[in-house]
């Protein structure tokens, strides 16, 4: 497996071209079914070509997933600087990869990489919480970010399992309602009746 050459022209086509043919046959097969013949054949790459980038097809899953994951992160940054507009950052991440998010957020998808983004996320929403809300406890926090995470993320599947047809804005200012409408308020209530 080749790790040098990533900035080359040739090598990020070549990759190009075959993680977009995977991605292509993975809408209709689970991925222990996908052989690198088949994939090879249908990008028209030589097969050789394809070992001297990944050892099989999960070690190239496994790339296409931790480069979704670095861009996730740094959308995630948004929401650590407090950026009005985090939302809109993070769903434009999703929708930039829809493809990818679509196959592998779904049901048949990778089990892994949904914690591997809620993992993500609650680091990222713990330090929020606790600068917000420096009384509360860890099993409250624990309590506070397993319910939003939960509950947001199973809308992002849901909406990236209907191929984004709710337009990426419409779909951040539906969660923002919910967020800041609905949960924040409740927060502060909890938090009330908590320190009362």
């Not at 071209?17 to 028209?44: A, C, F």
């Amino acid at each position: 497996m080749n790790t040098s050459g990533e900035n080359n022209r040739s090598v990020r086509n070549t990759k190009k071209k075959l993680s977009e043919g995977l991605l292509e046959i993975l809408k209709t097969k689970p991925l222990n079914q996908v052989s690198i013949k088949e994939l090879t054949e249908k990008v028209d790459v030589n097969r050789g070509t394809f070992y001297f980038h990944y050892q099989d097809v999960y070690s190239m899953v496994k790339e296409m997933e931790d480069k979704f994951l670095l861009d996730f992160a740094v959308a995630m940054d948004a929401l650590e600087h407090k950026s009005r507009d985090f939302l809109n950052i993070l769903l434009k991440c999703l929708s930039d990869n829809m493809d990818l998010c679509s196959i592998l957020l779904s049901a048949n998808g990778d089990y892994a990489f949904v914690e591997r983004m809620k993992d993500l996320v609650d680091e990222k929403c713990s330090r929020i919480w606790k600068d917000a809300i420096p009384s509360f406890d860890k099993d409250d926090m624990d309590m506070l970010n397993a319910f939003l995470i939960g509950g947001v993320m199973s809308a992002l599947q849901v909406w990236v399992n209907d191929g984004g047809r709710l337009a990426a804005d419409k779909m951040a200012i539906c969660l923002n309602f919910l967020i800041f409408e609905g949960i924040c308020p409740a927060i502060i209530k909890w938090q009330a009746a908590n320190n009362g």
